[in-house]
């Protein structure tokens, strides 16, 4: 009987594998070599599967598959065209996976059948099974991270886009320019991205205060350690710091804006916030919710907005649920 999947999340700098019998049972993580423009990382990926099967007596009839979370846009479930951070130019990773699988464990690559997407894609479709969108089967998640991702999942699957590139939220450009000093890194100016995500709220900070003679602890920290992160500033909105407040009230109106345009198109259930960031807890997701009913039309305005509780399992679990459910 078929009962295992793995699930793969591939970084740039580590790739995460988890094992699922409907729950996960064993999670494990190799480093990602990037080296000769990442030509090894599929067959490192196939031999970290194929050890973990002969170690766990795992046979090739009880394996569903492999779901794999790749950081760049994926097409048909298989073809990346770019992937950066990886070193890749066009590559059909899980046909590819699959047939590396096959050699190492003496089947037809038809056996292992092998599927990827985006990895902020798949985090939200692990976040709907076993996280924060539990009770939803359309939600819209926005990662929170050094950049900003996101995913879409309607009716219980993953929305890809025509180019792969649906959900990708951080690009949508909604900050006005007196609030950014240069362009995105997609060339663009503006983008949620520069304003919403570590980075972005490290720079904004930086500019907000330039422009301020408001007393603020974020100046001490500034000056005692050269540098600031986004932790640093939300601590400091916790404490009742006003300027921290009032970078924060900014940013979380941006984010509301951003996410109230996207509800007023997808309408899902539930709105999750995830990512480093979110590790801001409550106090961000109230602000962020707050900001995006204030902005939000009235047929969406009671759209639950919450956190993501996964973590970094989301992608393994995303990606082993994008298997999983393909057989229900
Ligand atoms: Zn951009």
Redesign the pocket.
Known sequence: MKHWTIGVDVGGTEIKFGLFNEVLKEKWSIPTNVSDNGVHILSEIADAIAEKCRVMDISVSSLVGIGMGLPGPVLDGNIVKECVNLGWSEVAAAGELSGLLAERMGCSPAEIPVKAANDANVAALGEMWRGGGRSCTSLVMVTLGTGIGGGIVINGKILNGAFGCAGEI??IICVEDEDITEK???G?RG?L?QIGSATGIVKYTKLWLSRSDMPSVLRQILQEKGSISAKDVFDAGKAGDEAAEQIIDRVTGYLGRALAGICAVVNPECVLIGGGVSAAGEYLREKVARNFKEQAFSGIKNTPVRLAVLGNEAGITGAAYMMISERK
Do not use: A, F
Request: hydrophobic content about 0%.
């Open positions: 951080g690009h995105c890194s997609c663009n983008c991205e």
